[in-house]
């Protein structure tokens, strides 16, 4: 079921690739006019386009859109105490990781006496997208609306998609009340990123919107990137597993099933320098997809997506992750934080046999929103900053701008920009003193 290559082919790094361009190809101009006529209609028919849609897509007709506070409380009362106890633990943990990302705004005095600074601001109102379908994501939940919060977002707007009965999971619903989101609204799709961006009668525009989900989604989050600010591009899952001997094989399947039973779409990639595990990993990966009750979904992704690459070399197990670029990368090696070092390119690090992934997606505190396909080669994972922006500030003094000026004014001329050299000439022609 996991191909196997040799670390040192040509194959390994073509099918790294392919792997990492798993979702491209035509079939996204065909979703991409779909979601350029959905956006179209919700601008254009606002609530009304939205009941269309969910109806159409979701099989249910909705007369309110938004879910009630009782329903979000009644949810919370229903929810297990060893569940209620789980999400109070990874709000607590992921708002004290986020907490540390606030930036600090900055001021300098110029050699002049100018005074120079960037000063830090939120959003007024963020979106945040919370996928439904396959599963229920009450981590996701936690993951935009803590940075949100943190970064003092007075206002967050939260759509999912609506369960077959029209109601939405009810411990998403619960995640939602720890997090302090009140403004939850049944849609989902394309439909829900084009109401987020463009408003509607009931749900309002937003200034940022974050969260995964499919392809149709991504491509609207594209599609409105401009009107509104977006987290990322998010893809399908993936996983990418450097492992020398002394790795436990069972470990190991485990971690590579936890990214498969995503989506059919997701990568399950193991790296290793042992021979004996590029043979015991995908026999425990069968032993463990017994009774799995994902195993059909779980295995087309590892059929079309997994992979064994068996190196001479932690150095070249590290150089071809980093071709990767992996959203998580797990090192089950005898010295993780020496590997670490040598990685350039990667979402999240795991590091040594007891930092399964999962511990990352729920509660361990960095955020889990991580870059896909190939995208950490120059991104990150989503952050408090994410939901803040910045602003310059210039406050020149008189004999700031005396010695500056002629400067300025050369190279306003340079480019043959007559009133930027003018604006100068005039104050250093002026005597305000000021």
Known sequence: MLLKVLGDSPQAEERLDAIAARTEGD????????????????????????????????????DDLRVSAEAIDQAWRATPAPLQAALQLAHERITAFHRLQIPQDLTMEGAFGERLGRRWRPVERAGLYVPGGRAAYPSTVLMNAVPATVAGVERLVMTTPPGPTGEVNPTVLAAARVAGVQEIYRVGGAQAIAALAWGTASIPRVDVITGPGNLYVTLAKKSVYGRVGIDSLA?????????????????IAADLLAQAEHDPLAAAILVTTSARLAEAVPAAVERQLADHPRRALTETSLRDWGLVVLCDSLERAATLSDRFAPEHLELQVRDPEALAGRIRQAGAI????????????????????????????FSGALSVET??????????????????????????????????????????AGADGG
């Open 235 to 251: 893809g399908p899952s993936e996983v990418l597993v450097i492992a020398d001997d002394g790795a436990d094989a069972d470990l």
């Open 387 to 428: 939901f803040l922006h910045h602003t310059s500030v210039i406050a020149f003094t008189r004999s700031a701008l005396e010695a500056t000026g002629p400067s300025i004014v050369t190279l306003a001329s340079s480019e043959g920009l007559h009133s930027h050299a003018e604006s100068v000439r005039l104050r250093l």
């Open 350 to 377: 795991f590091l040594g046999a007891h930092s399964p992934e999962a511990a990352g997606d729920y509660l361990a505190g960095p955020n889990h929103t991580l870059p896909t396909g190939g995208t950490a080669r």
């Open 27 to 62: 079939g996204q101009a065909d979703a991409a006019r779909q979601v350029e006529t959905i956006i179209a209609e919700v601008r254009r028919d606002g609530d009304g386009a939205l009941r269309r849609l969910t109806e159409r897509f979701d099989g249910v007709h909705l």
